[in-house]
Every structure is written in structure tokens, then in C-alpha cells.
């Protein structure tokens, strides 16, 4: 079942205080204290898709979600849309949306927030109608998101039931990343792969190291 808010605080924190079985959503116009990685804000105006939804554990979940959210988007513009390790979906030079994943004792939520419609919400960000994509009209919000909403949803279904090595090959065709020259906190190197349990492998030069978390930019 998708719930739909007006406004909450966060979709995340909302689907956790619910207890909502599996594969329940929540869907918010608007978040006023949206959420992303490492506590930082995400800002969450009106004509964006801000989403909840509880699922599985998984190691490689941020993963899944991205893709997921990714796949579901990408009729919707001409653009090619990309991922980038471990959490963001990248577009015409921007971010377009990213993936929020959080586990309270044996409940796991994948938030999902993606900039659709209006004014990149902070710089270096982009939207689908920026891109030159849009969703299809609609009465309303609701209208409007729910097909998005439910194609996002049966998609990370079906891949969640995917074997690790068979996921990862689909993910690797969209990272935008490998090959590139990247920075991280406390080094810098060349993006080589994601390795078998989702870590990315760069190319420092000292070696090879493996990062399993933190922020990766484009040095």
C-alpha cells in the first residue's frame, strides 16, 4: 500500500514511527526536513518525488535502490541517467536524485528523493524538467507520482531477487564513475570498478584500496 502526506518532516522517519509492513510506501508533496547521507539536509520543495518505502536488509541496498529509481525515470527523459557510487542518480551534468537507506532493528526503509519539476533545488543539482524530460499530465500530485511510484517499487522488487554477481552487472553499466579521477576524504585516485560486495576499487598511488562508504567526487 503507497500512503500519500502532504507534508512531512521526513519520509524516512515517518515509514519508521508507522511500522508499516514491507513494501509499503509513503509519499510526501514535500519534506521540511528532508534527509540525506552522513545527517546532512536535502532540500525538498514541491514537484519533486520524495519517497519512502520499507524493504529487505541487504548490504548492497543503496545499490539496489539507485538503480531501481533510475530505471523507472529514465522513459520518462532523453537524457541518459546515471549513477554515481554509492548513492546519487546523475543527469545532463546535475543531480538528479538520491538514495537514503536506514535500518532500526529488523525494519530497513529505502528513502528515495528525485527533483522532477520547477528550480534545481541547490547548486550543482539539476530536475527531470530541466534535462528535458517531464511526466506525463495528471489532476493531481497523487495522479501524477503514482505511476512513477509503483514502477520504482516493482522494479527494486524484482531486483532485490537478483543474485549479487547478476545485480552488480546491471549496475555497473550505468556507474559514472569508472575510469574517472576521484577524491574522497583522506585520498585521491582513479575509479577502477565495483568490486563483488558493492565496494568501489580505486586506484590510488600507493596501491589498490576499496572504499565501502563516504562521499566520492570527480577530482
Given at each position: 500500500?503507497?500512503?500519500?502526506?502532504?507534508?512531512v518532516?521526513?519520509?524516512?522517519?515517518?515509514?519508521?514511527?508507522?511500522?508499516?509492513?514491507?513494501?509499503d510506501?509513503l509519499v510526501a508533496?514535500e519534506?521540511t526536513?528532508?534527509?540525506?547521507?552522513?545527517?546532512?539536509?536535502?532540500?525538498?520543495?514541491?514537484?519533486?518525488?520524495?519517497?519512502?518505502v520499507?524493504?529487505?536488509?541487504d548490504?548492497?541496498?543503496?545499490?539496489r535502490a539507485?538503480?531501481?529509481a533510475?530505471?523507472?525515470?529514465?522513459?520518462?527523459?532523453s537524457?541518459?541517467?546515471?549513477?554515481k557510487?554509492?548513492?546519487?542518480?546523475?543527469?545532463?551534468?546535475?543531480?538528479?536524485?538520491?538514495?537514503l537507506?536506514?535500518?532500526d532493528?529488523?525494519?530497513?526503509?529505502?528513502?528515495i528523493?528525485?527533483?522532477l519539476?520547477?528550480e534545481?533545488p541547490?547548486?550543482?543539482?539539476?530536475?527531470?524538467e530541466?534535462?528535458?524530460g517531464?511526466?506525463?499530465?495528471a489532476?493531481?500530485?497523487?495522479?501524477?507520482?503514482?505511476?512513477?511510484?509503483?514502477?520504482?517499487?516493482?522494479?527494486l522488487?524484482?531486483?532485490?531477487?537478483?543474485?549479487?554477481?547478476?545485480?552488480l552487472?546491471?549496475y555497473?553499466?550505468?556507474?559514472?564513475?569508472?575510469?574517472q579521477?576521484?577524491?574522497?576524504?583522506?585520498?585521491?585516485g582513479?575509479?577502477?570498478?565495483?568490486?563483488?560486495d558493492?565496494?568501489l576499487?580505486?586506484?590510488?598511488?600507493?596501491?589498490?584500496?576499496r572504499?565501502?562508504?563516504?562521499?566520492?567526487?570527480?577530482?
Amino acid at each position: 500500500m503507497i500512503y500519500w502526506l502532504e507534508s512531512v518532516d521526513s519520509t524516512n522517519r515517518c515509514l519508521f514511527a508507522r511500522r508499516l509492513p514491507r513494501w509499503d510506501a509513503l509519499v510526501a508533496r514535500e519534506q521540511t526536513a528532508g534527509r540525506g547521507r552522513r545527517g546532512r539536509s536535502w532540500e525538498s520543495p514541491v514537484g519533486g518525488l520524495y519517497m519512502s518505502v520499507v524493504v529487505e536488509n541487504d548490504s548492497l541496498l543503496p545499490l539496489r535502490a539507485g538503480l531501481a529509481a533510475r530505471d523507472a525515470l529514465q522513459p520518462h527523459c532523453s537524457v541518459r541517467i546515471g549513477l554515481k557510487w554509492p548513492n546519487d542518480l546523475l543527469c545532463a551534468g546535475g543531480k538528479l536524485g538520491g538514495i537514503l537507506c536506514e535500518i532500526d532493528g529488523e525494519l530497513a526503509v529505502a528513502g528515495i528523493g528525485l527533483n522532477l519539476a520547477g528550480e534545481p533545488p541547490i547548486e550543482g543539482a539539476t530536475t527531470l524538467e530541466a534535462a528535458g524530460g517531464s511526466l506525463p499530465p495528471a489532476a493531481n500530485w497523487q495522479a501524477r507520482l503514482e505511476p512513477l511510484t509503483t514502477a520504482i517499487i516493482a522494479r527494486l522488487r524484482e531486483l532485490v531477487r537478483l543474485p549479487a554477481p547478476e545485480f552488480l552487472a546491471r549496475y555497473r553499466v550505468h556507474e559514472q564513475l569508472l575510469g574517472q579521477p576521484v577524491a574522497w576524504e583522506g585520498g585521491r585516485g582513479t575509479a577502477l570498478a565495483v568490486g563483488d560486495d558493492g565496494a568501489l576499487e580505486v586506484r590510488t598511488a600507493d596501491g589498490t584500496e576499496r572504499l565501502h562508504a563516504g562521499e566520492v567526487s570527480l577530482a
